[in-house]
């Protein structure tokens, strides 16, 4: 156990924190797995295609449609949660297909391995991937789930907004008030995505859609990509139009 490099600098992270048996649980699971793909997705991200590329991946017809029909299904908690924020619903409801078309796509690794995975093999990451694994493990004890349960994406991404353990941890909310904040729950997804457009810098009731603009920048921490911010803005106005036609 001392031997595992991630274990090692995971525990330093993790202190008195949580017990270390659970830890040590953790890292001897019987799915525990290195993924040797999750280094080459990351030499080929999304976000590194040309913008031509990436329109076509996000701004399309099923895209437009998905988004729209989700709108209409849940307008009720959507305008309730945008009024509550004071955010654009539409954007809401835009990163949010864009993350895990709605629910449809959220898992394709399970965030313990994901970022397990990036520790031993990715050593440029390994710091980062340490303390986002400790933040996960807290997640995990303080929910009494089993860290091997949640699926994720390669990066260590989970739930259908798609938020790292450590933006979990800050941003995330528990709107329908059941005590736990759920990855899972519309509910609580989609309040947390606003809140985190919130808390990093967009302005209340803002209408400035301009690139650098508030609403810009917010999105951008989202997702620290031109083309994600472009692609959202432009599948936000489509979206829109489909619904409120």
Same mark, same amino acid.
């Given at each position: 156990?001392? =031997? !595992?490099?991630?274990?090692?600098?995971?525990?330093?992270?993790?202190?008195?924190?949580?017990?270390?048996?659970?830890?040590?649980?953790?890292?001897?699971? !019987?799915?525990?797995?290195?993924?040797?793909?999750?280094?080459?997705?990351?030499?080929?991200?999304?976000?590194?295609?040309?913008?031509?590329? +990436?329109?076509?991946?996000?701004?399309?017809?099923?895209?437009?449609?998905?988004?729209?029909?989700? /709108?209409?299904?849940?307008?009720?908690?959507?305008? $309730?949660?945008?009024?509550?924020?004071?955010? !654009?619903?539409?954007?809401?409801?835009?990163?949010?297909?864009?993350?895990?078309?709605?629910?449809?796509?959220?898992?394709?690794? *399970?965030?313990?391995?994901?970022?397990? $995975?990036?520790?031993?093999?990715?050593?440029?990451?390994?710091?980062?991937?340490?303390?986002?694994?400790?933040?996960?493990?807290? /997640?995990?004890?303080?929910?009494?789930? =089993?860290?091997?349960?949640?699926?994720?994406?390669?990066? #260590?991404?989970?739930? /259908?907004?798609?938020?790292?353990?450590? *933006?979990?941890?800050? /941003?995330?909310?528990?709107?329908?008030?059941? #005590?736990?904040?759920?990855? +899972?729950?519309?509910?609580?997804?989609?309040?947390?995505?606003?809140?985190?457009?919130?808390?990093?810098?967009?302005?209340?009731?803002?209408?400035? +859609?301009?690139?650098?603009?508030?609403?810009?920048?917010?999105? +951008?921490?989202?997702?620290?990509?031109?083309?994600?911010?472009?692609?959202?803005?432009?599948?936000?106005?489509?979206?829109?139009?489909?619904?409120?036609?």
């Amino acid at each position: 156990m001392n =031997d !595992d490099l991630a274990y090692r600098m995971v525990s330093e992270k993790l202190g008195d924190t949580i017990p270390d048996a659970f830890v040590r649980e953790a890292f001897t699971h !019987d799915e525990l797995k290195i993924h040797k793909e999750i280094a080459e997705r990351f030499a080929r991200p999304y976000e590194k295609k040309t913008w031509e590329e +990436y329109r076509k991946l996000f701004v399309k017809e099923s895209r437009i449609a998905a988004g729209a029909k989700f /709108y209409k299904k849940n307008q009720k908690l959507i305008i $309730t949660v945008s009024k509550e924020y004071k955010v !654009d619903p539409f954007i809401v409801v835009t990163i949010a297909g864009i993350e895990s078309n709605y629910g449809a796509h959220h898992s394709q690794f *399970s965030v313990f391995n994901a970022l397990y $995975t990036q520790i031993h093999e990715m050593p440029r990451r390994s710091k980062w991937a340490s303390k986002e694994l400790a933040e996960f493990l807290k /997640y995990c004890f303080n929910d009494h789930l =089993d860290p091997q349960e949640i699926g994720g994406s390669y990066a #260590g991404a989970f739930g /259908y907004g798609q938020f790292i353990p450590s *933006s979990f941890t800050r /941003y995330s909310v528990d709107f329908n008030e059941d #005590g736990v904040r759920q990855p +899972y729950s519309w509910p609580d997804v989609l309040a947390s995505i606003a809140n985190y457009l919130r808390r990093n810098g967009y302005t209340q009731n803002s209408n400035n +859609y301009d690139k650098n603009g508030d609403i810009w920048k917010a999105i +951008y921490a989202y997702n620290h990509a031109d083309n994600y911010v472009m692609a959202v803005l432009e599948l936000t106005k489509e979206i829109r139009a489909r619904a409120t036609q």
